[in-house]
């Protein structure tokens, strides 16, 4: 039985594992798992040339807020959402709603037109439309859903935002993709499946129902074992981008300085730079006790607020 805390309405050792991430700034991560978060939205070139989501929200009527760091988003009311989703530049795919911290990890890996890139944990495909539109549609992209019913949602995604042709799909566990395909790829970005604690609400308990410490055991080694397989995936002088929408230092960087551990002198971390002002803080050097290495606070966890969501990045780099 988890025990809940009073005044968030979360388990209470989730709330005291928060405190210790966040320190100062707790109390205001906290909070905001209690109010609403505006939506994001992007505007995808692949379904119009002059993509400008401010433009294509006020054809339904909604007024957006452009986002600073990144033009071709905005985020808008949470009462607009419906008007948005449930209209004719959703359904087309000209307009895609997504958090604006999703955003960020095709942003930071930047995939380049002619690149061989990897998606090794893509449903429902909101990232790889932003890789393959990162790419305009040049080079290679495969993205791997081992799931059955994500994987068909990935393809309809990817189909319906004109990415269906160009996006090679592929229904593997990402854990044998470095074996079968080692050193194939430039860039692979690795969003990978875990224990969603940025998702979790107060409002709706079965969010963290199975949340605590074997759910964080079993996230974990997947996610080494995935961020080794993305590693082996990935050419000499390439680079993976991990990241999660965990808070768990299990889940980021322990997986990262685990990483770092096993393939010493074959992977490097590279720092991040976000234009995105104190909705950053770097990757924690100590958990528990434990002491991590110092290049680990070249790692980013973004801190959740009314608009961005919490996520945590990491960007490594395969010596050549
Ligand atoms: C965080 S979600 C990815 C979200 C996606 N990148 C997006 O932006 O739309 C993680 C995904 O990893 C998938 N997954 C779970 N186990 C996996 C495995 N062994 N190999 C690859 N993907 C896996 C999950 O089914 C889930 O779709």
């Known amino acids: 039985m988890i025990e809940i805390d009073d005044a968030y309405g ?30 994001g939205a992007w505007a995808n070139p692949l379904r119009s040339d002059d993509a400008d989501p401010l433009v294509l929200m006020a054809e339904v009527g909604v007024e957006g807020r452009r986002c600073e760091w990144l033009p071709e988003a905005a985020t808008i009311e949470s009462a607009d959402k419906s008007k948005v989703t449930e209209s004719a530049i959703a359904a087309d795919g000209r307009l895609y709603v997504q958090n604006l911290s999703s955003m960020l990890a095709p942003l930071v890996l930047d ?35 081992p799931v059955r019913d994500r994987f068909f949602k990935l393809r309809q995604n990817l189909e319906r935002c004109g990415a269906g042709e160009f996006v090679r799909t592929f229904t593997h566990d ?15 970005l690795l969003d990978a499946p875990c224990s969603s604690e940025a998702r979790f609400d107060p409002q709706h308990p079965g ?29 000499p002088g390439g680079r993976v981008l991990y990241c999660t929408c965990s808070f768990a230092p299990e889940e980021n960087e322990l997986v990262v300085a685990h990483t770092l551990r096993r393939l010493a002198g074959v992977v490097e ?14 990757g924690l050097t100590a958990w528990q006790g434990k002491r991590l290495p110092d290049v680990i ?8 607020d ?14 050549d």
Request: with cysteine.
């Open 10 to 39: 979360l388990p209470c050792e989730f709330v005291g594992r928060l405190r210790a991430v966040f320190g100062e700034r707790a109390e205001e991560v906290l909070r905001t798992f209690g109010e609403t978060r505006r939506p």
């Open 111 to 145: 995939p380049q037109p002619g690149e061989t890139v990897l998606d090794l944990a893509a449903a429902p495909g909101g990232k790889t439309l932003h890789l393959a539109a990162r790419m305009r549609l040049e080079g290679e992209l495969a993205a791997v859903e």
């Open 174 to 188: 990402g854990r044998d993709v470095g074996r079968k395909t080692p050193e194939r790829f430039d860039a692979v």
């Open 269 to 282: 971390i590279e720092p991040i730079d976000l234009s995105i002002g104190d909705s950053q803080m770097a």
């Open 297 to 304: 606070a070249e790692t980013v966890r973004i801190v959740p």
């Open 207 to 235: 969010t963290f129902a199975y949340w605590g410490p074997r759910k964080l055991a079993e996230s974990a080694r997947k996610q080494k074992a995935l961020l080794r397989s993305a590693l082996d995936a990935t050419r």
């Open 306 to 319: 009314d608009r961005l969501a919490g996520f945590y990045l990491a960007m490594l780099r395969k010596i």
